[in-house]
């Protein structure tokens, strides 16, 4: 019969083997949302993540600096942080190798079924300053984690500012010119054909007005914009009331020629639309 003494022990060390492996299991709990979820990130990451050139900064000055004065994510080049990272230059500006892959700005998952509505809003802010298009961004959805599927569609009439060709003139990537799909197709990339949010072109995105064929001169718009998509169970039944899923912001830059970048701030999901004051 074990003496006290020695059941102490076994359920202290019992307890420090488990919790490693709970720690990492409390990571992937979805985030339970009844009526509405925001995020300012002005306390910290709050369980979002950004890779590669995206960064949570509260003291950046370029694309307007950050939302009503908090923290917001940006990208920066890690060796010139008033731009963003050049594909084909990447080994030379921080990167390990040239063309590191997207700048992605994930969410944690969500638990959409205690939503209290058929339909919810999802919305954030944004400032832009990119190679008009040529780099461009856009949000994707997942149910699993592996297939990312494209949310919204051109001037989408479900949408606020949601690749609106009256607020981003080059909002189709393909309205001037054809996106730099042989650097979407890489393997750190596939955000282009069989497989991917995009099997074939052209898509729609936020990219910065000016002439794709010129010499990347930005003419707007500049600040931070809302942007806003109601999402219904007719168009998006995998989302409405789901019990695992999660967003992620792609921003991408394609070989060569690179503006300030991105930033982006406060993004909500909820069953009433947000303001755009």
């Given at each position: ?18 919790a ?38 509260s ?67 944004q ?45 189709n ?76 912001y ?19 999901i909820g ?7």
């Open positions: 019969m074990s003496s006290p003494r020695h059941i102490c022990a076994l359920i202290a060390i019992t307890t420090l083997l488990a490693p492996r709970a720690l990492c299991q409390d990571k992937d709990v979805p985030v339970a949302v009844t009526s509405a979820k925001t995020y300012t990130w002005d306390k910290g990451a709050e369980g979002w993540m950004g890779t590669n050139d995206f960064r949570l900064s003291s950046f000055t370029k694309l307007g600096g950050p939302y009503r004065g908090g923290s917001s994510w940006v990208t920066e080049c890690p060796t010139d942080h008033s731009k963003y990272t050049e594909g084909a230059y990447a080994s030379s500006q921080g990167y390990s190798e040239t063309y590191p892959g997207p700048n992605l700005l994930l969410s944690p998952w969500f638990d959409l079924s205690p939503m209290v509505d058929t339909a919810l809003f999802i919305s954030f802010r400032s832009l300053a990119l190679e008009p298009g040529w780099d461009g961004s856009w949000m994707e959805y997942s149910t699993g984690g592996t297939l990312w599927k494209h949310l919204g569609r051109l001037d989408d009439p479900d949408g606020v500012n949601w690749y609106s060709t009256g607020t981003y003139r080059n909002a990537s393909q309205a001037a010119s054809a996106a730099d799909t042989v650097t979407l197709l890489m393997p750190r990339y596939r955000l282009y054909g069989a497989g991917s949010a995009h099997p074939a072109g052209p898509f729609a995105w936020w990219t910065s007005d000016g002439d794709p064929a010129g010499a990347g001169k930005v003419e707007g718009p500049f600040g931070w914009i809302l942007c806003q998509l109601k999402i219904t169970p007719s168009r998006y039944p995998d989302i409405v009331h789901s019990h695992r899923v999660r967003f992620r792609v921003a991408f830059s394609d070989a060569a020629t690179a503006s300030e970048g991105w930033a982006v701030d406060d993004f909500t069953i009433t639309p947000v303001s755009a004051k």
